[in-house]
C-alpha cells in the first residue's frame, strides 16, 4: 500500500474504523504475569505504549499505571500500579533481539524507568521512520491513516480516563491494546515500504 503524505480531519472520517480485535491478556497479579510471560517472550517486534492517570491539578503527577505490548494477534496490558516492574517485564525492556515499536518514546521510557531502573535495548520509534518516509508526524491516529488507511478512536475520554482505577473498563481495555497493537502494524508497513 502506498502511504500518504498528508491526510486531513475530514478525510480520516471517511476511513473505516478500525480496533484491535485479538486476544486480550490484562494482567494484574504476578499469576497472571508467570502465565503470560512465555507467549510475549515468543515475539521479536511488539508493539509498545503505556498509560498515566491524567492529573488535572498542577503540580500533582502520576506514575506510569500501564504498559501495553502487542504482537498482530494478542495484547498484553500490565497493570503497573498492580504489580511494579517486574524483573521478567525488564528484562524484556532491556532485550535488543526484541524490538519494541511505539511513538515519541522518550517520555514513555523515561516513566518506566521512575519505576524500576533498567536499561532500554531494541526500542525504535516510529517517528523516525515517519521521517525517513517525509511524513510530518501527526500522532498516531495520522499515522495510522496515512500508512494503514483506518481510523483508531484517540477520543479524549478514552485518553484521560483513569488508569489506576479498581478495574478497566471494556472499552479502555480495547483503547489500550489498540494504541500497542497500531505501533506494530505501522512498523510493518514502515518496514515493507523500505527504510
Not at 484491535?20 to 504476578?30: N, V
Not at 498482530?72 to 517486574?86: D, E, K, S, T, Y
Request: positive net charge.
Amino acid at each position: 500500500m502506498k502511504h500518504r503524505a498528508a491526510i486531513t480531519d475530514e478525510e480520516i472520517k471517511q476511513l473505516p474504523r478500525k480496533e484491535f480485535d485479538g486476544e486480550i491478556f490484562l494482567i494484574d497479579s504476578f499469576n497472571k504475569l508467570q502465565q503470560a510471560m512465555p507467549l510475549l517472550e515468543e515475539a521479536d517486534i511488539l508493539g509498545f505504549d503505556t498509560e498515566t492517570r491524567p492529573s488535572f491539578k498542577k503540580g500533582k503527577n502520576y506514575e506510569v499505571s500501564l504498559l501495553q505490548l502487542a504482537t498482530g494477534q494478542r495484547a498484553f496490558l500490565f497493570r503497573l500500579n498492580h504489580i511494579g516492574l517486574p524483573k521478567a517485564l525488564r528484562n524484556v525492556l532491556e532485550n535488543s533481539g526484541i524490538q519494541k515499536i511505539g511513538l515519541a518514546l522518550r517520555d514513555d521510557v523515561s516513566g518506566l524507568q521512575r519505576l524500576a531502573h533498567f536499561k532500554p535495548a531494541g526500542f525504535v520509534d516510529l517517528q523516525d521512520l515517519a521521517n525517513h518516509h517525509e511524513v510530518p508526524h501527526n500522532g498516531l491516529k495520522k499515522l495510522a491513516a496515512k500508512f494503514l488507511g483506518i481510523r483508531i478512536s484517540k477520543a479524549r475520554s478514552k485518553r484521560l480516563s483513569n488508569w489506576e482505577a479498581e478495574s478497566l473498563g471494556p472499552k479502555q481495555v480495547r483503547y489500550a491494546a489498540t494504541d500497542a497493537w497500531v505501533c506494530y502494524e505501522l512498523y510493518q508497513v514502515m518496514k515493507d515500504l523500505g527504510q
